[in-house]
C-alpha cells in the first residue's frame, strides 16, 4: 500500500466507485455504477450523447454529490481535501478567468493548491503547453486552442494523481493533441479516466474502456472492476497494471457506433 | 499566500480589469447623490434630515449593481467549479469573495460621502458614522454575497437578486438610517438602533458563512 498522502503505486485501485447512482428530480442519469481502475491505468469513458458521462466524471470530480454509492479517488473518500488535491479535471470549460493572463491563472491556481515552487512550476508547463511567450496576454484573446492548452497546463499545475477529463482533444489541433498525449493522456503513472468520442485517438492511448448507456455500466475492460463486484474473485485475480498494453481492440472500437470527428 | 488572499487578490485583479459593473455602481451612486442635492436644495434649508435615507438608498443599489457580477462571471466562465475543486474550505472562497466585494464597495461609499459632504454641506466624516457606515456593509455585502451565488446558477439571476435581497435587508436598513440619522445628530428615538444594526449584521455574516458550503453544494 501507498503511504497516506502519497499518489496510488501500480496495481493499487485509483479510482474507486461502488453504486454510484444520481438522480435529478425523478429522472436517473447514472445508475449503480461500480468501479475500480487500477492506478496508472488510462481508461476511455465511452458512450452516446445523454449516457451519463459527463454527470459520471462530475460526481468523480467532487463537482457534484451521488444520490446513493460510494466513492474513493487515491485512497481518500469523497469531499476530503485528499481528493480533491489528488485530482485534476479537464472539462468542457477551461475553466480560465478570461480577464487574467495565462501567469497569473496558473499563480492563482498554484496557490489554492499551495503548489511549492510554483513559479518553476509555471514557467515549466507554460513552455511545455507553448504558452510562454504569451504569458502576459489577456487569456481573453487567446485561441480555442490555446485555452485548451492553458486549461492543461491548470490540470496539472498541482501534479495530480488522477485527471478525470471530459472530451479533452477538444478543440486542439495536431500539435495540441499530441501534447495532450505526452503531458497527460500517455504519461506514465498518471491515473486517466477520460470521456470521449475520439475512437480513433483512444486506441493511441487507453488501456481498457467503460462504456455507459443510459446510465449504466455496460462494458467494463478495467481490470480491477470485476474484483470490485465480486470481492472472492479480486483475491484470486491478479491485479493488471495499466502499461500491460490492455489496449482498446478494434473491434470494440468499431462496435461504438461512435464515428471519429 | 493563502488561498483566501489569493481569491481576494485575484476578484480585486478582475474587478479593476473588467470594471464595468463596479463602474455603473459609482455612476449610478454618484448621479443620484447629485440629483437628490439639487431637489432637496429647492425644497428644505436643512436637508440633514434627508441625508441617512440618500446615502443608504444610493449605497444599497450601487451595491444590487455590482454584487453579482463577479459570481456571474465565474459561474459562466467554470472558474467557480475550478475553485470548488481545489481543496480549500468553501468558506475560504467565501471569505475571499466578500472582503473583495466589501472593499469595492466601501471605494464606492467612500467617494459617496465626500460627494455628498461638499455638495450637502454636512460633516460627513465622524467616527461614529463611519463605524455605522462599515458595520452596515459589511451585513449588506455578507447577504448579498450569499444570494448572488444561490442565483448563479438560476436564468434571470440580475432580477432574482434584488428581489431576494431587498425584503432580507429591511431590519438592517432600518437600524442603519436610524444609526446615521443619531450619528448626525438628529432625533432618532430611545431605540438602540446601532446595536440592531451590529446584531443583523452578526446574523448575516454569521448565517452567510454557514449556509454558503451548503449553497455551492450540488
Redesign the interface.
Known amino acids: 500500500m501507498s503511504a497516506p498522502g502519497e499518489p496510488p503505486l501500480a496495481g493499487e485501485v485509483a479510482i474507486r466507485a461502488r453504486a454510484l447512482t444520481r438522480q435529478y428530480g425523478g429522472v436517473t442519469v447514472v445508475r449503480g455504477v461500480d468501479l475500480a481502475l487500477p492506478a496508472g491505468s488510462k481508461t476511455a469513458l465511452l458512450g452516446a450523447n445523454g449516457a451519463g458521462k459527463t454527470t459520471l466524471l462530475a460526481m468523480l470530480a467532487g463537482l457534484i454529490s451521488p444520490t446513493s454509492g460510494s466513492l474513493e479517488i487515491a485512497g481518500y473518500a469523497r469531499g476530503s481535501a485528499g481528493l480533491r488535491r489528488a485530482v485534476g479535471v479537464l472539462g468542457h470549460k477551461p475553466m480560465l478567468y478570461e480577464d487574467l493572463s495565462p501567469l497569473e491563472n496558473l499563480r492563482f491556481f498554484a496557490r489554492l493548491y499551495r503548489v511549492s515552487d510554483a513559479e518553476a512550476r509555471i514557467e515549466a508547463l507554460l513552455r511545455q503547453v507553448g504558452l510562454w511567450l504569451r504569458r502576459h496576454e489577456r487569456t481573453a484573446i487567446l485561441s480555442r486552442g490555446y485555452h485548451q492548452r492553458l486549461a492543461l497546463a491548470r490540470v496539472l499545475i498541482h501534479d495530480p494523481a488522477v485527471v478525470i477529463a471530459d472530451e479533452p482533444e477538444t478543440g486542439l489541433d495536431p500539435e495540441g493533441v499530441a501534447l495532450l498525449d505526452d503531458l497527460a493522456l500517455r504519461r506514465p503513472g498518471l491515473t486517466v479516466l477520460a470521456a470521449t468520442h475520439r475512437i480513433d485517438h483512444i486506441q493511441s492511448w487507453a488501456s481498457g474502456i467503460v462504456r455507459l448507456d443510459r446510465g449504466r455500466v455496460v462494458e467494463d475492460t478495467s481490470s480491477l472492476t470485476t474484483a470490485l463486484v465480486a470481492p472472492e474473485a479480486a483475491r484470486a485475480t491478479p491485479a493488471t497494471p495499466a502499461s500491460s498494453g490492455a489496449s482498446v481492440s478494434p473491434e470494440t472500437a468499431s462496435a461504438t457506433g461512435e464515428g471519429a470527428r | 499566500?493563502?488561498?483566501f488572499l489569493?481569491v481576494v487578490e485575484?476578484d480585486l485583479?478582475?474587478a479593476w480589469?473588467?470594471r464595468s459593473g463596479w463602474a455603473s455602481a459609482a455612476a449610478f451612486a454618484t448621479i443620484a447623490v447629485l440629483t437628490y442635492s439639487f431637489a432637496f436644495d429647492l425644497a428644505t434649508g436643512d436637508v440633514r434630515p434627508l441625508l441617512p435615507g440618500v446615502l443608504w438608498t444610493t449605497f444599497l443599489f450601487a451595491g444590487v449593481f455590482a454584487a453579482g457580477q463577479s459570481f456571474q462571471d465565474e459561474v459562466e466562465?467554470?472558474?467557480f467549479?475550478?475553485?470548488?475543486?481545489?481543496?480549500?474550505p468553501a468558506t475560504a472562497i467565501f471569505a475571499g469573495k466578500l472582503t473583495a466585494n466589501l472593499i469595492a464597495l466601501l471605494i464606492i461609499e467612500f467617494a459617496q460621502l465626500l460627494l455628498a459632504t461638499i455638495l450637502f454641506d454636512a460633516g460627513l466624516f465622524t467616527p461614529a458614522l463611519l463605524g455605522i457606515v462599515l458595520i452596515g456593509t459589511i451585513g449588506y455585502v455578507s447577504l448579498t454575497t450569499l444570494l448572488s451565488t444561490m442565483g448563479g446558477h438560476v436564468r434571470g439571476r440580475s432580477v432574482l437578486l434584488p428581489v431576494l435581497v431587498l425584503p432580507l435587508l429591511v431590519p438592517l436598513l432600518i437600524g442603519a438610517v436610524r444609526g446615521t440619522g443619531a450619528a448626525l445628530g438628529l432625533e432618532a428615538g430611545t431605540a438602540p438602533w446601532i446595536v440592531l444594526l451590529g446584531v443583523f449584521t452578526l446574523w448575516s455574516t454569521l448565517g452567510a458563512f454557514l449556509l454558503f458550503p451548503v449553497a455551492v453544494?450540488?
Open positions: 499566500m493563502s488561498p489569493a485575484k485583479r478582475l480589469r473588467n466562465d467554470g472558474t467549479e475550478a475553485m470548488r475543486l481545489a481543496p480549500i453544494e450540488r
